[in-house]
């Protein structure tokens, strides 16, 4: 028997960022694409029900967007509920906005610290019977806090009706690195400590934080996206391949996986900061939150045993990109008698903006001498993703399926691996807006250096 579709959809933080960047496009594309016809009930501090149509048709017009017949019929499905969260009234409203629907999702686009007392509010008003949750990212702290987190979600919902949302999961060029590894029969014998001599993942930003100061002041980079969104890309390149068909059996492979990454030290990070980040409203004249880190990572286990991976994460880079590099060892003795680059053998995949998968190879330079040269082949190319990745994860939470979020145990395994290096243990070195981090960047990767700088996108047609 299949898990039951929701009745009903609440988001809170509906007048939000969040809400105007992601979720309004995401809803009418499930209008769109998948028939979604269920109350959807915006609950904020100040939203009106006009409000929020006014707000839904911005949004979809400033993305390019809008679509007449599904914002339509979106906007007959709209309900609000304005109201403060810390106070009995508006769950009250709330639970009488949703009328006979028996399996609400409620989706939590707001502040983490406001979770508690919004599940309390939900279960006081009898909105948590037969219902699912979604929380975003992040989700604590740190190990401590996102334990407590976890306690405070048990008392109001059971395991499986909580969804934690990573977005970097429901990207479609995240999926096909996972697709493209246990698709294909060549990579599997190569994919090893055996074979891979390194591998270096880059997500870089040319933007800084804009608007986001004081949020930003709270997170830095390694709580920002080092322990989740680069996290979860190591899980896909690196974990073994999923046993049956099981539900849980992708999230088994990535929860081993996590945990077998060995803890964090300061020795294995570098932390920056871009010039003119404590100048932006609402960050501090003597900040020490880092803009930029790289890290380098170990797995402790048979495949992965040696094989050192470098993250590098950070805002007013040279540009904005997101990619995988996969370093092959070269032969033992190199059999022309040429002195090759060691990084002369790689798979490149790129996750933004443009989807890609390339090979490092050596080719010979035409004429009578056994000379090469390195170029690099594109296997294929694709556009930017076709179905945005909140709207794929809204519709798996809205069917109950979880193969696509973040498992607590997964959760507590990643908040280990970084919560040596969180907060001001190591030295913040500057660097200058439009370079790719501080140069003690390229001191961490040392002898399987240089990294691999992302290639800007027109390069690449």
């Known amino acids: 028997m ?5 009745d009903a959809l609440v988001f809170f933080g509906a007048t939000g960022d969040l809400a105007y960047k992601q979720i309004f496009p995401s809803l009418q594309g499930l209008v769109k694409d998948e028939g979604l016809n269920i109350p959807i009930i915006g609950v ?9 149509k006014s707000r839904a048709q911005e949004s979809l017009e400033e993305h390019g967007l809008l679509d007449q017949a599904a914002f339509q019929k979106l906007t007959e499905l709209l309900r609000a509920v304005q109201g403060n969260y810390d106070a009995p009234e508006t769950f009250t409203k709330l639970r009488r906005e949703l009328g006979q629907a028996e399996r609400p999702l409620h989706y939590l686009a707001i502040h983490p610290s406001m979770f508690a007392e919004v599940a309390e509010g939900l279960a006081n008003s009898g909105c948590t019977t037969n219902s699912r949750v979604v929380l975003e990212k992040p989700f604590g702290r740190d190990l401590a806090s996102a334990q407590e987190l976890n306690k405070v979600l048990h008392q109001y919902f059971p395991e499986e009706a909580i969804f934690r949302i990573d977005h970097y999961l429901g990207k479609e ?3 096909n690195i996972l697709y493209t590894r246990f698709a294909n029969p060549i990579f599997e014998p190569i994919w090893n400590r055996h074979y891979v001599r390194s591998i270096q993942i880059t997500m870089a930003e040319d933007y800084g934080v804009e608007d ?19 996290l979860q890309v190591v ?15 992708l999230r088994d492979e990535k929860g081993r ?15 920056g900061q871009y010039h003119g980040y404590r100048s932006v409203p609402g960050v501090s004249a003597n900040s020490t939150v880092e803009t930029f880190a790289a890290v380098k990572l170990s797995i402790d286990n048979w495949r992965w045993a040696g094989v050192p991976i470098y993250i590098r994460a950070g805002k007013k880079m040279a540009l904005t990109s997101a990619e995988v590099v996969v370093e092959f ?5 190199e059999a022309f008698g040429e002195i090759v680059p060691v990084l002369s053998s790689h798979m490149r995949m790129r996750i933004s903006p443009d989807i890609s998968i390339s090979m ?5 330079i035409p004429g009578e001498r056994m000379a090469g040269q390195d170029v690099e082949l594109t296997l294929v190319r694709q556009p930017g993703e076709d179905m945005p990745p909140y709207q794929r994860l809204l519709g798996d939470a809205m069917r109950g399926s979880a193969a696509l979020f973040a498992r607590q145990d997964s959760v507590e395994a990643q908040w280990q691996v970084v919560d040596g290096i969180l907060g001001n243990v190591t030295p913040l070195y500057t660097y200058a807006p439009g370079a790719w981090g501080p140069e003690e960047a390229y001191q961490l990767i040392g002898q399987h250096g240089p990294w691999l700088n992302p290639h800007p996108p027109e390069s690449q047609s």
């Not at 899980?235 to 059996?249: F, I, K, R, V, Y």
């Open 2 to 6: 299949g898990v039951p579709q929701v």
């Open 44 to 52: 904020s501090r100040s939203g009106s029900l006009e409000k929020l």
């Open 173 to 175: 060029p995240v999926q």
């Open 212 to 230: 986001r100061g004081k949020f930003y002041e709270e997170a830095g980079a390694i709580r920002d996206v080092i322990q989740n969104h680069m």
């Open 235 to 249: 899980s896909s390149l690196t974990m073994d391949p999923p046993s049956g068909n099981a539900p849980e059996a």
């Open 257 to 271: 996986l996590f945990k077998a990454i060995t803890p964090l030290t300061p020795a294995d990070v570098v932390r």
């Open 329 to 333: 060892k070269r032969p033992p003795r």
């Open 360 to 364: 490092g190879l050596r080719v010979k």
